[in-house]
């Protein structure tokens, strides 16, 4: 069955630092959806890409699409204790009746 | 205020009883899921509704049954078949279907079974 996967699983990085996290879907992805979830909180909505070779921007944050719509990534630049969390990518089965979601990158942040 | 309500916050049950978590939401919203997290793992789909008294299973919904008989409530209930019931439930909606909106979720109820 479609998978998806997250790289890496844990991100220890100084306030100030950069960060990245990967996402790879076994399939392609009509959509890809992105959530933040603090420790002890519920997943909250980041973005969501459609087009191939999209990229997004929130302030701090860049948000890429594959060419393909099989991988995406998000990065933060210079980091903050704010952006403490897991993040996790999710897309649609290929046959559009489940929602898979990474097993998440969690971020940690050390003032 | 709108949003997603989940209750209890905590859930506490003996194995072998079946347990009914609530989600009630207020944003009007056509499609409700439910997940299950386990620790240090992703969100996994267990059963999710599009439309009124309709409803399908997602990637694990063995042991789980759900009912969807108002637009504003999805309850889930954990039966003695499931064999691992104790985790974080998450309840979310979305304004459309089809996995194409963003989810919104509610707070999560912590269920343990010993």
């Known amino acids: 069955g479609q998978q998806v996967m997250q790289i890496p699983q844990y991100q220890h990085v100084q306030e100030g630092e950069d960060f990245t996290t990967y996402c790879n879907s076994s399939t392609t992805l009509s959509n890809i959806q992105w959530y933040k979830q603090r420790p002890g909180g519920h997943p909250v909505f980041l973005i969501q890409l459609v087009k191939s070779g999209e990229v997004k921007k929130q302030k701090r944050l860049t948000f890429q699409f594959g060419e393909a719509k099989k991988n995406s990534s998000l990065h933060i630049t210079a980091t903050q204790t704010t952006d403490v969390g897991t993040y996790f990518c999710a897309g649609p089965a290929y046959n559009n009746n489940d929602m898979r979601f990474g097993a998440g990158t969690r971020l940690t942040v050390k003032p | 205020d709108g949003g997603i309500t989940q209750s209890p916050k905590y859930l506490f049950r003996k194995e072998g009883q079946n347990v009914t978590l609530s989600c009630e939401q207020n944003?009007?919203?056509?499609?409700m899921y439910w997940y299950r997290q386990d620790p240090g793992q992703g969100l996994r789909l267990i059963y999710y509704s599009q439309i009124v008294n309709d409803f399908q299973k997602g990637d694990i919904a063995e042991g789980y049954s759900v009912s969807r008989e108002k637009k504003e409530s999805f309850p889930l209930t954990v039966t003695s078949a499931q064999k691992n019931p104790t985790a974080f439930y998450l309840c979310?909606?979305?304004?459309?279907?089809?996995?194409?909106?963003?989810?919104?979720f509610g707070p999560g109820t912590r269920l343990t079974v010993t």
């Open positions: 944003l009007n919203h056509d499609a």
């Open positions: 979310a909606s979305s304004m459309g279907q089809g996995f194409l909106y963003e989810q919104y």
